[in-house]
């Protein structure tokens, strides 16, 4: 069979010129594994990371042999695991870029043949349309009327993404892209309300001419100098979704400011909070923390200075971050 290797480890963004294609024998189907040929393999952009050694700590692949990685839809051709047969379908992120792979249950989920078509397992019925599903409907929850933006959206989670928000209710979807071609399908194909070419000087001011009153969700694809553009026009209370870091994949070093790549890996929710919103509650909070404070298991430490002359002194003190504490004055007894 055919495999693709990479001639040399990578330091670079990879180029066509870093690979070569090799002959070697098909792998054997080994004891509780399928044989399958790949048919529609995947290439997706955390590929480029991951054969640099930058992706979640893995490994690179060995220059010469190592199987560059990539999910695909497949065909059994042999099966020693029960309940799998020669001919069935399946979708698999361990194709790898290679025209036979043996599998291990688990490393593969079957799929229809007669659901959808077979390829649209490689994108949008698969790891990128998973991705935006995800984002849309278990993250950022879209619903009715939301207005939605998002990157890089003549991609296939871009223009997923859309897509799942309009059927899930949004009012508004409105796409970022590279260029007219680009824009022109996003429009045409996914059927967007607008698309904005960001490499258009006065793309900010054609987004706010879209979106007027801002959007309740942006789903970042690109990285931290689109998302820097779109927080000032989120609503309040909008939710963006931190998926794709493309624009600092192959860059030499993180950008300065915010550390993107660390809040995507942890998975984390990043929420502002204005505790006005939670001043209807308060009597709630006192209830449940009072007692707390009165036993010791809720401690608080002072830094408290008396007479009321002393509050620009103190003040003072709290602004260069030298306060112990909670700044308080004392400005009478509480006795009187
Ligand atoms: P796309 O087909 O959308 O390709 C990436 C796009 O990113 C490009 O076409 C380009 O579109 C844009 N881009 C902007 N700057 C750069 C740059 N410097 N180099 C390369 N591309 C750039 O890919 P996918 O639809 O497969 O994935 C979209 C994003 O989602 C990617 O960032 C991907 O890594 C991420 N992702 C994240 C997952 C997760 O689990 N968090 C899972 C799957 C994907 P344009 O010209 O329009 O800017």
Excluded at 190 to 209: E, R, S
Excluded at 317 to 328: A, E, F, I
Aim: with cysteine; charged share 20%; hydrophobic share 45%.
């Amino acid at each position: 069979m055919k495999q693709i290797v990479l001639k040399h480890a990578l330091d670079h963004k990879p180029t066509a010129a870093d690979f070569d294609v090799i002959e070697l024998e098909a792998p054997a189907c080994g004891e509780a594994q399928i044989l399958v040929r790949i048919v529609h393999l995947s290439l997706d952009p955390y590929v480029g990371s991951r054969i640099r050694g930058r992706h979640m700590g893995e490994v690179p692949p060995e220059p010469g042999a190592g199987v560059i990685p990539g999910a695909a839809v497949a065909q059994v051709v042999e099966s020693k695991i029960q309940g799998v047969s020669v001919g069935d379908w399946v979708h698999t992120m361990d194709a790898g870029w290679r025209e036979y792979a043996a599998l291990d249950a688990g490393a593969f989920r079957i799929i229809d043949p007669n659901a959808a078509p077979l390829a649209a397992h490689a994108g949008v019925l698969g790891m990128p349309g998973l991705t935006a599903w995800s984002g849309i409907t278990q993250l950022a929850k879209v619903g009715d009327g939301d207005v939605v933006l998002v990157d890089a959206a003549a991609g296939t989670v871009g223009g997923t993404v859309g897509q799942i928000a309009r059927l899930k209710g949004a009012s508004k979807v409105i796409g970022i892209a590279g260029g007219p071609d680009k824009c022109a399908m996003v429009v045409n194909e996914y059927g967007f309300d607008a698309c904005v070419d960001y490499k258009q000087d006065n793309w900010t001011a054609i987004l706010d001419t879209e979106a007027p009153d801002g959007v309740s969700v942006h789903f970042e694809n690109v990285g931290v100098s689109i998302l820097n553009q779109i927080t000032p026009r989120l609503k309040l209370y909008g939710r963006a979704i931190l998926c794709g870091l493309a624009e600092q994949y192959h860059s030499d070093g993180p950008p300065p400011g915010l550390n993107a790549g660390m809040i995507v890996g942890k998975r984390a929710a990043i929420m502002g909070l204005i505790v006005y919103d939670f001043y209807p509650r308060w009597d709630e909070y006192v209830a449940e923390a009072g007692p707390w404070v009165t036993s010791g298991s809720l401690k608080f430490v002072e830094d408290r200075m008396d007479g009321l002359e002393t509050a620009p002194a103190l003040f003072e003190k709290l602004m260069n971050g030298q306060n112990m504490g909670k700044c308080v004055v004392g400005v009478a007894s509480e006795q009187i």
